[in-house]
Every structure is written in C-alpha cells, then in structure tokens.
C-alpha cells in the first residue's frame, strides 16, 4: 500500500524527529540530510510538492554549545532553540543546495492555528513558496512558546501543517518502523501494526509507554497527529527514518505503519 500512497499523492509532508535528524554525538546527521535531500530531490523533478517539519533545533544548539548541556532552566533551552534554529536550517539549506533546491524558514506555535487570519497567511505563504518550487522547513517556534519545549509535540504541528496545506499523505519519520502491540524495544515479541483503518480500536489494543532519549514526542503523539489527519480523510505513514527510507517507502523496500481513511 505504500508504493501506491506515494505513486498517487501530489502533496507530501515528512515530519523528522530529533532522533532522526541527530547522529550519535546529538549533533546534526549531515549524512543523513545530504542522502534524504538526493531522494527527495528526485520526487520534486517527478512532480511531487514537497513541505518538511523539522525538530532538531534543541539537539543542533547543545552540538553548538555544549558548555550548556547540563542546564536544564527553561531560559537556557529556549535560548539553545534560538541557537540551534539557525544551525538545522544551515544544514537543511546545505542539503538541498547540491540539487538547486531553495529552502525556507517558517516558525509557528499552536496559538497560530486558532487565528483565522494568521492561518490564511500561514496558508498563502505556504501555496506560495510550493508553487515557486522552494521547499518550506517548518518548526515550532520554541523560543518564544515553552509549552512546547515541554510537550515536544511537533507531531501535531506537522499534522497541521498537512490539514492547512490541503496534503495528499502524511509521512512521520520514526526512530522506528510504525507501530506495534507493545514497545519493541522493551518486548521483542511485540507485533508490528502494517494498516490501520480504525484509531479508536488501535487505542484498546496497544500499550504506547516509552520513548526515545532525543525524541519528547514518543509514539502517542504520532497517532494522535495520524487521528488528526484521518479525520480530514488525509492518509499517513509511521516509519523508520534512515538514510534510504525515501527510496525504500516508495519502492515497497521499507515497511510502517499506514493509516488510511
């Protein structure tokens, strides 16, 4: 079901974790970006709209300075967003540039979706930049909301994003490949979920504990950014983010977890 998400979808949006866009060290995964940047490219020339969410400013400004790694006050993190903001746009604007591909920066908070007039220009903005074929980044504006510092809930954000762009799929990148009856990271007999059709059953069935160390999200978000999307009849996919994940999903090479509408 995956290859033919992609063959029919025209206006894709991927949403990449802090765990996904982050090697080893916490810093940026260049590698990641410059192989994931190469496919994603190659959708664009097919004729494929294209709109990113992107974490990654908090783990980009700890890479940065790192002589803050172990203040925890609020002030400090917000300050390392606005730091580190900067840095993963850099490296996205690096990423893309081997391909003539031009990025640009948007930075919401929730309270943006609730203004009529600031969505229409979130909206015009965003048909706008697409059209023109610049790929927008989109991040919670961390600097200025704690909340979501806290929460982590880019998830929401991105499923969002879809609903007010008019999007064909939703892709969440994952430290892994969708979702299972159990965390499998703690239960290796935990059984994968390929489609889901009914998110309220999921709920009953499913233990949704534990999370990554990068990553505040956790699972629980991405099906309720699934939930949100479902219900405006806009399909999404959970899976792994690797450096060949693009190319894999849209060959069938790559599983996860699909919900569809």
């Not at 803050?68 to 490296?91: F, N, P, T």
């Not at 892709?171 to 299972?180: A, K, N, W």
Request: charged share 20%; aromatic share 8%; net charge negative.
């Amino acid at each position: 079901m995956i290859p033919q998400l992609f063959a029919k979808s025209r206006k894709i949006v991927f949403k990449f974790g802090s765990s996904t866009l982050t090697d080893e060290s916490g810093g940026i995964d260049v590698e990641f970006l410059a192989s994931w940047t190469a496919q994603c490219a190659q959708l664009i020339a097919g004729g494929k709209q294209v709109v990113i969410v992107s974490s990654g400013a908090q783990a980009a400004g700890l890479s940065t300075l790192d002589k803050w790694a172990r203040k925890k006050d609020i002030h400090y993190r917000q300050a390392l967003c606005a730091v580190g903001q900067v840095e993963l746009m850099a490296s996205w604007r690096r990423a893309f540039a081997p391909h003539n591909i031009h990025t640009a920066q948007i930075l919401l908070t929730r309270d943006d979706f609730s203004d009529s007039i600031r969505t229409l220009n979130m909206r015009n903005t965003l048909f706008t930049l697409v059209d023109e074929g610049i790929v927008p980044v989109i991040n919670e504006n961390d600097s200025v909301y704690v909340e979501e510092i806290k929460i982590g809930d880019n998830d929401t954000l991105a499923a969002q994003s879809a609903v007010l762009w008019g999007a064909d799929l939703l892709v969440l990148f994952s430290d892994i490949d969708g979702i299972y009856s159990e965390n499998p990271k703690m239960n290796p007999d935990a059984v994968h979920i390929g489609i889901v059709d009914n998110i309220s059953v999921l709920k009953e069935k499913i233990s949704m504990d534990g999370k990554s160390d990068f990553g505040t999200g956790g699972m629980v978000t991405k099906i309720n950014a699934a939930e949100l999307c479902f219900s405006y009849g806009v399909p999404s996919i959970i899976t792994r983010g690797k450096p060949a994940a693009l190319n894999a999903l849209v060959l069938g090479e790559q599983r996860g977890t699909v919900f569809t509408p």
